[in-house]
């Protein structure tokens, strides 16, 4: 059954089929698709930074989570019953020359699993983006649909696992599976970024990982994962710095491990690191 997108009003199926016109779809029709990892790594070759969104937005790589994401976008959360839901791997989004990166661990099941776009449509999200608007890296405060002309400057955001894990617990054999579309991504990133915040742990410990795999001297004993932490790290494209932040999951933000003022001050460090200006978007 065909619903309403809450934004368009044009009618999807749920999970989308690529190229049938959901807002800021990257793939067509035609894309070419990942079935297993070794399709993955081929795939993932790219240098073409919209053609990698398109391809990871089909990836079929992994048949736990493909399996999760469309179970979950048939049966819908009651409180969504009435949307269609995307169903889809969620590719990196953001300005694509940017000079700070956002790095997660995955998109949620009922948020970016429903709204095709990274941290959009949860409440982690919505922690998230009122950040970013209020130090100046967004146009506006909230991200619930795509299609509704949030921008960011001279930020992106990156997933390690870009499909919605059952329990957001990916296994260390799908982490893997799905490397290499984070692994190319930062490394077209890492051409203009200077900064990355990763949230979380587990976003800190695939980041690192990635730096390493792309020729990144990672200090031994490798640096611990921790709130406001920074480490800069040297790559074959120039240093970098790397900080942590706690996830702005209902858990941290709930019981007060994580504050607004808390989170605003990592991405405000991180806009300085990035040389980016202190004055907010209009």
């Known amino acids: 059954m065909k619903l309403p997108h809450p934004l368009t009003g044009q009618l999807f199926e749920s999970p989308v ?6 807002p800021e779809d990257p793939a067509v029709r035609r ?3 990942a079935h297993d990892p070794a399709e993955v790594v081929q795939l993932a070759a790219t240098d073409d930074l919209r053609e990698l969104e398109a391809r990871v937005s089909v990836c079929r790589a992994c048949p736990r989570l493909v399996e999760w994401r469309e179970d979950v976008a048939v049966g819908k959360r009651k409180s969504f019953a009435d949307q269609p839901y995307w169903g889809r791997p969620i590719p990196g989004w953001g300005d694509p020359a940017p000079r700070i990166l956002i790095a997660g ?3 949620a099941a009922n ?23 209020r130090i100046g890296l ?5 991200s619930e649909h795509a299609g509704d002309d949030l921008r960011l400057s001279g930020a992106r955001m990156i997933a390690a696992v870009r499909c919605a894990p059952p329990a957001n617990k990916p296994t260390p054999e799908e982490r893997d599976t799905c490397a290499p579309w984070f692994r190319r991504e930062l490394e077209l990133s890492l051409a203009t970024a200077r ?16 730096l390493a795999s792309l020729g990144a001297t990672i200090p031994r004993p490798r640096p611990k994962f921790g709130h406001a932490v920074e480490h800069q790290i040297p790559t074959p494209q120039g240093e970098i710095t ?4 706690f996830h702005p999951s209902q858990q941290n933000t709930f019981t007060g491990k994580l504050t607004e003022p808390m989170l605003d001050a990592v991405l405000t460090r991180a806009k300085t690191l990035a040389g980016l200006s202190t004055e907010p978007q209009e």
């Not at 941290?119 to 982690?124: E, K, P, Q």
């Not at 790397?242 to 932040?245: A, F, I, K, N, S």
């Open 17 to 22: 089929p690529p190229g049938t016109g959901w």
């Open 31 to 33: 894309t070419p698709m």
């Open 105 to 107: 661990l995955a998109p």
């Open 111 to 133: 948020g970016g699993n429903r709204t095709g776009r990274v941290f959009t449509g949860d409440r982690s999200g919505d922690w998230l983006f009122a950040s970013l608007y």
């Open 138 to 142: 967004a146009n506006q405060p909230t």
């Open 195 to 210: 900064a990355i915040v990763c949230l979380g742990k587990f976003g800190y410990d695939a980041l690192l990982s990635g």
């Open 242 to 245: 790397v900080l942590g932040c």
